[in-house]
């Protein structure tokens, strides 16, 4: 903490790991009680190494702005100040943020109200895990955990959020994402989509261009309405919508076969639906024969009349460069830039 708080002045890059919880005070605070200003600093990362929600026992530190110019902040457990010290005086920089929601860091999220519409112009990334290993659900439904994480950057894209959402319906759900629709980005973890449900989360977010998401399963088809039937209803019904919607990111929890063919069903007709979606990641292996299944789906009756249109769908896998919203890539490739390339 010693060498840290030494270097302050020309620091850009911090990653601590901490040992005692008491020891982060050493990163900001001098001997004589003055603060150090990291005024460079653009990275800063901190995690607890025994990933634990302990919350420091400390005084707060009201007049120090010791991150004035971050960049990216990544917290991994309780908040380690106690209060919004490290939120303070970079709302204007701040461009990708990771968190911990935990008792400790809602505590001070909420009681300081750090994010607003407005208070964050320049984020553009937001990660959150919700993690409580101890004490009482820190949140008393899912849709007001979904409130306070949406709010957090509700002009960014929202990555690895909704992660235990088990206990909730998709129909009670949806009505919030209608009060964010500036999401671009939005990676649902542990929540099952069918066709029907992905169509409306992403006829309700209208800027939406990449959904990463557990299929489910195509869905039960409407009354009255066959298999051949199915693609002229989706498109009579549903198209266009997600003008911009452009990548699907599937997750299929089993290599049975019947999964392999909802999923080509899923997409080919949520393609009909998207004007410009034109990437298909599908994480499983066995991609050969998810493209077997793909072509042999296209060429039946109810599929053929739109082969020229589904075609140009790419489909991938985990072997496959699928279009990354990787900040650690963004990391690596502005340290690259600067170093004038390896």
């Known amino acids: 903490m010693q060498l840290a708080r030494h270097n302050a002045s020309t620091l ?13 005070a050493g990163v900001i605070q001098n001997t004589d009680g003055s603060y150090a200003e990291y005024y460079y600093l653009q990275t800063l990362k ?39 010290t490290v939120f303070r005086g970079n709302a204007a920089t701040l461009e990708s943020l990771s968190l911990s929601l935990n008792p400790g860091t809602v505590r001070i999220l909420r009681e300081h109200k750090i994010f607003t519409p407005v208070s964050h112009p320049r984020l553009h990334y937001v990660s959150i895990e919700k993690r409580s290993r101890s004490g009482p659900n820190i949140f008393e439904t899912d849709i007001e955990y979904m409130r306070l994480v949406l709010s957090i950057g ?44 992905a169509i409306a989360l992403v006829k309700a977010l209208p800027l939406l261009s990449d959904l990463h998401a557990t299929l489910s399963v195509l869905g039960p088809r409407p009354d009255g309405v066959s298999e051949l039937e199915l693609p002229a209803y989706i498109i009579a019904n ?18 049975e076969y019947h999964v392999f063919f909802e999923a080509v069903h899923c997409v080919l007709l949520l393609a009909l639906v998207c004007p410009n979606l034109d990437y298909a990641a599908v994480e499983l292996g066995y991609r050969e024969v998810f493209m077997a299944y793909m ?38 490739e502005e340290l690259r830039a600067s170093r004038g390339g390896w």
């Not at 549903?238 to 290599?255: L, M, N, Q, S």
Request: proline letters at 9%; charged letters at 25%.
């Open 12 to 24: 850009r890059f911090l990653d601590i790991c901490v040992t005692a919880m008491a020891d982060i």
């Open 46 to 84: 901190l995690c607890d190494w025994q990933d634990s929600d302990e919350m420091p026992q400390r005084p707060v530190f009201p007049g120090a702005v010791p991150f004035p110019n971050l960049r990216r902040l990544e917290i991994r457990f309780a908040n380690p100040f106690g209060d919004d």
């Open 154 to 197: 509700p002009n960014a894209p929202v990555r690895t959020i909704l992660d235990s959402l088990e206990g909730s319906t998709f129909q009670s759900i949806l009505p919030v994402f209608g009060e964010y629709t500036c999401i671009q980005v939005l990676k649902l973890e542990d929540m099952h989509l069918n066709l029907w449900e």
């Open 238 to 255: 549903y198209a266009p919508t997600g003008k911009r919607f452009r990548c699907w990111r599937i997750d299929v929890e089993t290599y």
């Open 295 to 332: 072509n042999e789906t296209i060429a039946t009756d109810a599929f053929r009349p739109h082969a020229s249109r589904l075609r140009r769908l790419l489909f991938g896998g985990p072997e496959n460069k699928i279009p990354s919203t990787d900040v650690a890539q963004a990391e690596r």
